[in-house]
């Protein structure tokens, strides 16, 4: 019975926000924002609590947020971590036990409404406050970031005002909103209606529009070294979306991996990112 209404949530929340749209298509646009921008996972498990709790750093809070960061210590040289979508920082284990034979200080933090944070949403603009304080605070030499952690590094360092690591890897990251969108319009079978007032949500409150709302249209501002990684058979981000960054980000070198799906985890790929550190 709950597998059957899992299955069926989707449809009953698209009519939902249909209906409204009827009524007010301002008040669907924000509860489509709202089911757009909620994880429904993310939380840390017992199993995760044994590799996080030891590295746990005070807490910081970010307006009305309590974010959780972590450190590794090591040398001198810093990796920031940016987790993605449905994740924490426990994601990270197994890169982070081969950068710590780097000898590399290690600083990671869940992300708004994942992990240990607080929160019940997430999205591109408050996941770079967010990463804006913690870069402030830590400082790094090097950031990595995966999917929407890929998208919000390659939006953050893309503003002038923010601080500038030495080197950047992106894994798996998403290319336009607009094809997000899409998908999204697919999956919960939302009218047209609910979509040009959604347009015009993000338009009044983020100030842009979501066709602009682009990794690869970010990569154009960054001059920073980038090793940018996705996976031929990535069925959550298309490849696509990488090739179109590698395109446009002038300074950035680019593998493509086969068999690995959206995580990337492998060893082969973690030694290429220290490799691409190294040098």
């Not at 994601?91 to 409404?113: C, G, H, Q």
């Given at each position: 019975?709950?597998?059957?209404?899992?299955?069926?949530?989707?449809?009953?929340?698209?009519?939902?926000?249909?209906t409204?749209?009827?009524?007010?298509?301002?008040?669907?646009?924000?509860k489509?924002?709202?089911?757009?921008?909620?994880?429904?996972?993310?939380?840390?498990?017992?199993?995760?609590?044994?590799?996080?709790k030891?590295?746990?750093?005070?807490?910081?809070?970010?307006?009305?947020?309590?974010?959780?960061?972590?450190?590794?210590?090591?040398?001198?040289?810093?990796?920031?971590?940016?987790?993605?979508?449905?994740?924490?920082?426990?994601?990270?284990?197994?890169?982070?036990?081969?950068?710590?034979?780097?000898?590399?200080?290690?600083?990671?933090?869940?992300?708004?409404?994942?992990?240990?944070s607080?929160g019940?949403?997430?999205?591109?603009?408050?996941?770079?406050?967010?990463?804006?304080?913690?870069?402030?605070?830590?400082q790094?030499?090097?950031?990595?970031?995966?999917?929407?952690?890929?998208?919000?590094?390659?939006?953050?360092?893309?503003?002038?005002?923010?601080?500038?690591?030495?080197?950047?890897?992106?894994?798996?990251?998403?290319?336009?909103?607009?094809?997000?969108l899409?998908?999204?319009?697919?999956?919960?079978?939302?009218?047209?209606?609910?979509?040009?007032?959604?347009?015009?949500?993000?338009?009044?409150?983020?100030?842009?529009?979501?066709t602009?709302?682009?990794?690869?249209?970010?990569?154009?501002?960054?001059?920073?070294?980038?090793?940018?990684?996705?996976?031929?058979?990535?069925?959550?981000?298309?490849?696509?979306?990488?090739?179109?960054?590698?395109?446009?980000?002038?300074?950035?070198?680019?593998?493509?991996?086969?068999?690995?799906?959206?995580?990337?985890?492998?060893?082969?790929?973690?030694?290429?990112?220290?490799?691409?550190?190294k040098?």
């Amino acid at each position: 019975m709950n597998k059957l209404f899992m299955r069926m949530l989707p449809k009953i929340l698209g009519n939902y926000v249909n209906t409204l749209a009827l009524v007010s298509p301002q008040a669907a646009a924000k509860k489509a924002f709202k089911i757009f921008s909620k994880p429904r996972r993310g939380k840390i498990g017992p199993h995760h609590e044994g590799f996080l709790k030891p590295n746990l750093e005070p807490a910081l809070q970010i307006d009305e947020l309590s974010i959780q960061p972590y450190k590794w210590p090591g040398g001198e040289k810093t990796i920031l971590l940016v987790h993605g979508w449905e994740s924490h920082t426990h994601r990270w284990k197994e890169m982070i036990v081969r950068l710590k034979s780097e000898n590399y200080t290690i600083i990671a933090f869940d992300a708004p409404a994942h992990g240990y944070s607080t929160g019940k949403y997430l999205y591109v603009p408050i996941y770079d406050e967010v990463l804006s304080v913690i870069l402030d605070k830590y400082q790094p030499d090097y950031m990595i970031g995966h999917s929407i952690g890929g998208m919000t590094v390659l939006f953050n360092q893309s503003q002038k005002a923010t601080f500038k690591p030495k080197k950047l890897v992106v894994l798996g990251a998403p290319d336009r909103l607009e094809s997000i969108l899409i998908d999204y319009q697919k999956i919960l079978n939302l009218s047209d209606r609910v979509m040009n007032a959604l347009e015009n949500y993000f338009l009044k409150r983020f100030n842009f529009k979501t066709t602009d709302f682009s990794s690869s249209v970010f990569a154009k501002n960054i001059e920073t070294p980038a090793l940018i990684i996705h996976d031929k058979d990535d069925t959550i981000t298309p490849v696509s979306g990488s090739k179109s960054i590698h395109a446009t980000y002038k300074n950035s070198e680019y593998i493509e991996t086969k068999g690995l799906n959206h995580s990337l985890y492998d060893s082969k790929v973690n030694d290429q990112i220290v490799d691409f550190l190294k040098r």
